[in-house]
C-alpha cells in the first residue's frame, strides 16, 4: 500500500502515501487497500510536507466508501470535500497560496420533457402520482442518466412513463432553473418526439394515467394569466404543426474533449440556407 | 443535540437522532453539533429501528465537514454518499425493498461559449496559457458559476479574460459531451454576443494573449477535415452575419419549480411569424 522508503541524494526517505501526478501539477491518491486511519494519518502528514516541498499544487485523495474510517484523518489535514458519488468520496488540497482554480462539481442536472404529438393534433399527456404536479395532465418528463444523450433519454423516458415508442425531432427550446435539487440548477430540454407506436401502457409506479389529448384541449387548460412553461409548450407545439417553426436538431461533431463523436445542436434549417 | 426519551402508548421512546420528515415519506437528519462517533453509531442504530418500524422510505444524514469524524458510522450503518460539497456530505439510506428512485447528484456542467464579433468583421479570439489548447486561437470559453444564468455567465467570462464588456444576444447552438469531468457531462453553448466595448485587457494567469482576428483569417485556420466544434463556430457566425441564421434568445417565463422567474430560450422570430 506505501512506498518503501529509498535512498535520495544520500538521505533516506521516509514512506508516503503512494501517488501519481496530474497533467496540472497536483498529484491523485488513490486509496484501494484497507489501512489503519492513524497509520494513515501518519503517512499523509509526511507526504504532505514532501510535496509543499516539491511545490506540488492539488492534491486529490479519492477515497472508496470501504475506507470511509480515513475520510476524518484526511478533513484534520485540512482536505475538504470535491464531490462524491455512492461508491467514493473525492478530497481536495489545494497547495499554493493563490486562489484555487479547479472547477466545483457539476452543477446542472438535464431532464428532457417530450412533446409527442400524433397526426390527429393529440398529444400524449401524464399525470404523475406523486409531486406538485400530481392531478394534472402535462407531458412525459425525466432525467437523463449519466452520459446519456438528451436524444437517447427523451426516447426512454417516454417509453418508460407510456410504452410508445418515439423518434426525437428536434430541441424545440430549452430553460434553465435554479436551486431546483439540493441547491443544484436545472437545464429542461423540450423535445419534438415523432411517434411510432400508439397503444399506451403506463408505468404503474409512477404515473397514475396517460392518454392523447387533442392540443386545443391542452392549451383550454391553461388561465389566460399563465406564464409558465405549459404556455410555452401549447404555443410551441401550435407554431411546430402549423408555422414550420425551427427548433435545434443534433449533428455528428467530433467532441473537443476526446475526439469522440459528440452532437451539436442547431437551426439546420437556417445554417444550410443559401445567402 | 439529541430528542429526549418521551412516553408514548405508555412506553418510553429511546433517545433518537433530530430528524424533519420529508415530502416524500422520508427522514432528513441535519448534525449541527459535535458528537462522538460511538454516541452517533448508537443513535443512528435506535433511530434507524424505530424509521423501519414507521415505513419510513429515504433516510438522509448530511454531515457538515467539520463532523467529518461521524461519516464512518453511517457508512457502517448501511448508508452511502449521495452528494458533497466543500462543506458538507450527504449520505442516504433507502429502507424499502423497492428500487431507490431518488435522483443521482448533478450530472453536468454548464459552459458558455462567447462568439463576440465587431462591426468590421473580426471575432474575438484568445489563446490559453494552459491546457491541451495551449498556442491555438479560439474563442473564450467558460463554466457558469452555481446558480447563474447562461446568459450572465458568458458576460462574465470574457469581461474576465478579455476585458471587453458585451452584451448577450442569443444561443447560436449547444453540444452535449460526456466523460469530460471526474466521469460527468458537459453541456456547451455557444453564444452570439455583442461586444459594447474594444480594448483588450487580458487576464494575467490564464490567458497567454488575445486579439480581434478577421473571420476569414478565423476559417482559414481549419484543415478542409474539420469536422469538430470550430468548424460549427465558423458556419454559424458567417450564417449569422450573412444569412439571418435563428438561434434560441431567452425569455422570462414562471418556473414550474418555485414560481421564480427563470429563462426559455426560443427560436423568437419563428414562434412569432404569423401563419
Known amino acids: 500500500m506505501m512506498d518503501q522508503g529509498t535512498m535520495e541524494n544520500g538521505v533516506e526517505n521516509v514512506q508516503r502515501l503512494p501517488a501519481t501526478d496530474d497533467e496540472f501539477g497536483g498529484v491523485v491518491v488513490e486509496m484501494k487497500e484497507h489501512m489503519d ?6 503517512l499523509l502528514k509526511t507526504s504532505m510536507s514532501l510535496w509543499k516541498l516539491q511545490g506540488k499544487k492539488g492534491v486529490w485523495i479519492k477515497l472508496p466508501i470501504y475506507l470511509s474510517n480515513l475520510v476524518d484523518a484526511a478533513v484534520k489535514e485540512g482536505f475538504w470535500y470535491h464531490h462524491a458519488e455512492p461508491s467514493y468520496l473525492m478530497l481536495l488540497y489545494w497547495i499554493p497560496e493563490t486562489q484555487n482554480p479547479i472547477p466545483g462539481n457539476a452543477s446542472h442536472i438535464a431532464r428532457v420533457g417530450a412533446i409527442v404529438l400524433n397526426d390527429k393534433r393529440e398529444m400524449l399527456v401524464v ?3 406523486l409531486g406538485n404536479l400530481r392531478g394534472v395532465w402535462k407531458i412525459s418528463t425525466g432525467i437523463t442518466h449519466e452520459g446519456e444523450d438528451i436524444s437517447v433519454g427523451v426516447v426512454r423516458e417516454v417509453k418508460e412513463e407510456t410504452g410508445i415508442d418515439t423518434e ?5 427550446a430549452f430553460s434553465q432553473h435554479h436551486k431546483v435539487f439540493f441547491g443544484k440548477s436545472e437545464l429542461l430540454f423540450l423535445c419534438m418526439m415523432r411517434p ?4 399506451i401502457k403506463i408505468q404503474e409506479t409512477e404515473i397514475e394515467a396517460a392518454k392523447w389529448m387533442p392540443l386545443e384541449e391542452y392549451a383550454s387548460q391553461l388561465s389566460p394569466q399563465e406564464n409558465g412553461l405549459r404556455k410555452y409548450i401549447t404555443e410551441l407545439c401550435i407554431a411546430k404543426v402549423d408555422r414550420d417553426y425551427s427548433g435545434f436538431s443534433p449533428t455528428l461533431v467530433t467532441s473537443y474533449c476526446d475526439g469522440n463523436p459528440s452532437y451539436i445542436f442547431l437551426n439546420k434549417g437556417d445554417l444550410n440556407k443559401q445567402s
Open 196 to 199: 411510432l407506436s400508439f397503444d
Open 168 to 172: 426525437f425531432v428536434e430541441v424545440l
Open 37 to 42: 486511519s492513524e497509520v494513515f494519518h501518519t
Open 127 to 129: 399525470q404523475e402520482k
